[in-house]
């Protein structure tokens, strides 16, 4: 059993700007100084003395980190510190990028996605984190800045292992951009969990279909997954299982089986290795469906 203690004692630092975050976090030692955004994550690792950093500085003031921009190539950037309720409320996010929404729609009550991040939600770099999958299957860029200037990353590359990024202690998630959706596209992602709200995933299921002009055939698929693994993953080898391939249920299995391949679930007292699996089974099947009967539909709408 973990206790939550009192807050263990820090210096607490509000900076103002993105500048000002990177030069405080350039020293680079790792518990010297923890990141706080939100804090939904980060407040209760420190009362479980998970981290006891020197030097807590606060994201919240840094306005230029807030924020959903469309993009002029059709993309979309979001700032890390947008909270997932501004996430709901962007309509280029409701109308564009309907996995992103319903996903964020999925996490916590009001009073959490008030104040949780979409930045805190993937650099936690927790398995069992909603939007990073959901995030995965829209192809996301992640942009890292630091004192020595900012890198550009695929999403899928920033999990190296459980609990880590592949960020420097230098560096933190700034921006995450999206591409412009491609025609005759969708997703779905599905989430498994025990009680209706305010519990953690037990598998978490991402998929996005991108079918050919014939309204039909599938040219892309992307699949990601929330507790598959011990890190969020991309599984690749089954999204090529179904890319060129006309939809149907006999693929669909085959797709469901590649997937349950790759994955790698753990048991924990919320669910063994084993149900994990059929639930990425059964999951894998029913989001595609969903997503490529959601595209298919698109066909003489465009
Ligand atoms: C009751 C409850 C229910 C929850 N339900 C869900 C759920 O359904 N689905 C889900 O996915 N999560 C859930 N969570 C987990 C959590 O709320 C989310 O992961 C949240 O999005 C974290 O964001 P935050 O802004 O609060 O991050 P914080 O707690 O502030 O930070 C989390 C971690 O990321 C680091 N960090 C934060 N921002 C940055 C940055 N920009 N760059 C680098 N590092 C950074 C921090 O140092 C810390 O290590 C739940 C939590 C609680 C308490």
Redesign the pocket.
């Known amino acids: 059993m973990t206790y939550l203690r009192r807050l263990p004692k820090f210096e607490y630092v509000g900076p103002r700007t993105l500048t000002e975050v990177c030069s405080l976090i350039s020293g680079g030692a790792p518990d010297d100084a923890?990141?706080?955004?939100?804090?939904?994550?980060?407040?209760?690792?420190m009362r479980r003395r998970e981290?006891v950093p020197r030097r807590v500085i606060g994201?919240k003031g840094v306005a230029e980190?807030d924020f959903v921009r469309e993009q002029a190539d059709g993309g979309l950037s979001i700032g890390?510190?947008t909270t997932?309720h501004s996430l709901l409320s962007a309509p280029a996010i409701r109308q564009r990028y309907a996995i992103l929404h319903e996903t964020a729609a999925?996490?916590?009550?009001p009073e959490?996605r008030n104040?949780?991040?979409?930045?805190?939600?993937i650099?936690?770099a927790?398995p069992?984190?909603?939007?990073p999958p959901a995030l995965m299957t829209l192809d996301a860029q992640i942009k890292l800045s630091s004192h020595r200037g900012e890198r550009w990353m695929p999403l899928r590359d920033f999990f190296p292992e459980f609990g880590r990024t592949v960020?420097q202690d230098d560096e933190?998630?700034?921006e995450i951009k999206l591409p412009r959706p491609a025609p005759y596209s969708a997703g779905t992602y599905l989430k498994f969990?025990d009680r209706q709200s305010?519990?953690?995933?037990v598998v978490g299921v991402g998929a996005f279909v991108v079918l050919d002009d014939d309204g039909r055939t599938v040219r892309e698929l992307r699949l990601a997954y929330?507790n598959g693994a011990p890190t969020v993953f991309r599984a690749m080898k089954a999204e090529a299982v179904l890319c060129g391939q006309l939809f149907g249920e006999k693929v669909l299995d085959a797709v469901a089986e590649a997937a349950c391949s790759e994955s790698s679930p753990r048991t924990s007292w919320r669910a063994n290795a084993g149900y994990r699996l059929s639930l990425i089974r059964a999951l894998t099947k029913r989001a595609i469906r969903r997503s490529w009967q959601s595209a298919s539909s698109q066909k003489g709408t465009k």
């Open positions: 923890m990141l706080l955004a939100g804090g939904t994550d980060a407040i209760l690792q981290r994201l980190l890390a510190m997932l999925q996490i916590g009550g959490l104040i949780a991040t979409i930045g805190g939600n650099a936690g927790l069992c984190a909603d939007l960020a933190l998630l700034s969990h305010m519990d953690m995933t929330a």
